[in-house]
């Protein structure tokens, strides 16, 4: 697919503006994988394509349950089409069971203690300070997004959260927690100011098979190696892969 000019780059994509449509752009997704902000860094031969897949898996069911998003199409696995957006310096993150960073900072609370409500955080996007965790008021007296826009970050967090956790439990997989970013859309022609934006997958949440840590499937198991070879890279791979998979059966998950 022809692109056009780079926009910006992360870790693991490359945004590019469209080249025919100014209100688009075009995701590329990298093989890159990395942990601590950044200090662990690796290449894994064809995870750009899983992660776009399963992307794509996901935005098209986000879709489908018409919750606004800024996904247009996937034309090829490592490439998604979405709309412009402004993207708040904020990821914010649903949690279902206690696992990872709140344990760190919560030890006394057990690992896999649930929390019904979901328990809804801010982090502020910022490598150098480690991405801390940002109150609802340090959003508002910092003016990263408005009262209202973290009201709907919170209601549409928790939408998004609830029917991949339904989509997932129907193959008895438990979702763990989940990472999603909003942003502010150039055009209001979809009727909403505010989208679920940038990717959902492997790298976003943390999916454990039959509510079992040890079977986890997603990025933790890289973060968990004391040390990376190809077995361990060929590892993560195969799981990047199974989840692609399944993801792919969520077209068949019925909404109602």
């Given amino acids: 697919m022809q692109l056009g000019p780079r926009i910006t780059e992360g870790k693991t994509k490359i945004v590019y503006a469209h080249p025919d449509e100014s209100g688009l752009c075009i995701l590329v997704h990298k093989d890159g994988i990395t942990a601590g902000d950044g200090a662990r860094r690796n290449e894994i031969s064809g995870k750009g394509a899983l992660a776009g897949r399963t992307t794509a898996n996901v935005f098209a069911l986000l879709e489908r349950a018409g919750i606004a998003t800024h996904f247009i199409q996937a034309p090829e696995p490592t490439i998604t089409v979405v709309r412009r957006c402004l993207m708040l310096p904020l990821e914010v993150v649903m949690r279902r069971l206690a696992a990872g960073s709140y344990l760190r900072r919560h030890p006394e609370v057990a690992e896999g203690t649930r929390f019904d409500p979901l328990l809804v955080e801010f982090f502020l ?10 109150s609802e008021h340090e959003i508002a007296v910092r003016n ?7 009201r ?5 967090g928790v939408e998004v959260f609830t029917l991949l956790e339904r989509a997932w439990a129907e193959q008895d997989v438990a979702l763990v927690d989940l990472k999603i970013e909003f942003g502010r859309a150039v055009s209001t022609e979809q009727g909403a100011n ?12 943390r999916i454990w098979p039959g509510g079992e840590a040890g079977r986890m ?12 070879n190809e077995g361990v890279l060929a590892d993560v791979r195969s799981r990047y892969e199974q989840v692609a998979q399944r993801t792919d059966r969520f077209a068949e998950f019925e909404l109602n």
């Fill in 152 to 156: 709907q970050m919170i209601e549409l």
């Fill in 194 to 205: 505010l989208l679920v934006a940038d990717v959902i997958d492997n790298d976003s949440w």
């Fill in 144 to 150: 990263l997004a408005t009262s209202d826009e973290v």
């Fill in 217 to 228: 499937l997603d990025k933790q198991v890289y973060r968990n190696a004391a040390t990376v």
């Fill in 125 to 134: 996007k910022d490598d150098i300070a480690h991405d801390p965790q940002i």
